[in-house]
């Protein structure tokens, strides 16, 4: 990791305290205006600390953004865990649908995905970044698949059932109903495609 | 419209000509860079006229996103104009298919959506953009629905199949699929969400 400046990876409690306070500051500001739209200056407020500090803990702006890009991703990993562990039948499928749709109404649908939206400011700026959120896309992709392919292992869903390609187009459908949600600024497109991806799977049960 | 400053409606062929070439220069740059990393300059230069020129057809930068979604709406709408004719049948939405994916290829599966992009990073800062996107997007799904509609009124699809429903989940994989080759930087994803759709509107084949 090229993160730190120097203190990586040896930071004292109080050092870590101070660092996620950033990255959470950060996170939050680069979520409602995109990493163009917040400064340095305003994550420093945000966070209430120093200059110094910040690059005391982040060597430049696009180390803070990779550390904000996995803060996003370990977010969404764990507001989703209970979820994924029931994402290996359609009451579990559903219910992951319904608290997605809720998640986006309960923010007034703005925003989008916390790391698809940097995903589409940055990849073309910012390799590393893009490689950032395209991991983080791969780990959700497979916890999709992973629920699907317990089903299918356990002789629920057809042989014939991919659970990568069918958690690849899930995870397909649930970025572009995120990112229809914040344009149309309501949760139809998000329901239509999600259902849409349940229909095909219930195709596939035994 | 409050776009142009005053010639709007009003302008001569030589006049229009240059308002299109600002729209077409600043279209290129936001489609690469994205809005804030396009400075008035920038489209100045690329458009070759006065900074006057641009204000004289543009109020501000917010005017001239707004025209230059609309090009951008436009320029897929005639784009895919072809193939919104023939989706009317599984051939036809194949081939769009295939023709979504080899674009993204030609574009070393940079850029994303022309409008989607545009969306993602204006959603939530500019309303006005936001509401010129959805209205672009509304467009693209009835484009999509329309063939659906067509086959189901042919007989084709079980009367079951909602047209407006797949139409607005097609887009949402397409949306979703774009993203994800932006991140990717390689088209399986779209692909497989566009797939996985087909999939769906095949199960309503009488």
Sequence with gaps: MSEASGAGGRLTAKGRATRERIVAAAAQLMFERGVAGTSTEDVRAAAEVSTSQIYHYFRDKPALVRAVITHQTEQIMTAQQAFFARLDSMDGLRAWRDA??????????????????????????????????????????????????????????????????????????????????????????LETGLDAMLELVESYLV
């Design 100 to 189: 997605l749709v809720e998640l986006q109404r309960s923010r007034q649908c703005a925003g989008g995905c916390p790391i698809g939206s940097l995903g589409s400011e940055l990849a073309d700026s910012d390799a590393a970044a893009r490689a950032a959120v395209a991991a983080g896309f791969a780990r959700w992709a497979e916890a999709i698949a992973a629920g699907l392919r317990a089903m299918r292992d356990r002789g629920e869903l057809r042989a014939g059932a991919d659970p990568d390609r069918l958690g690849l187009a899930v995870l397909t459908a649930l970025q572009g109903g995120l990112l229809l949600t914040q344009i149309r600024r309501d949760t139809v497109a």
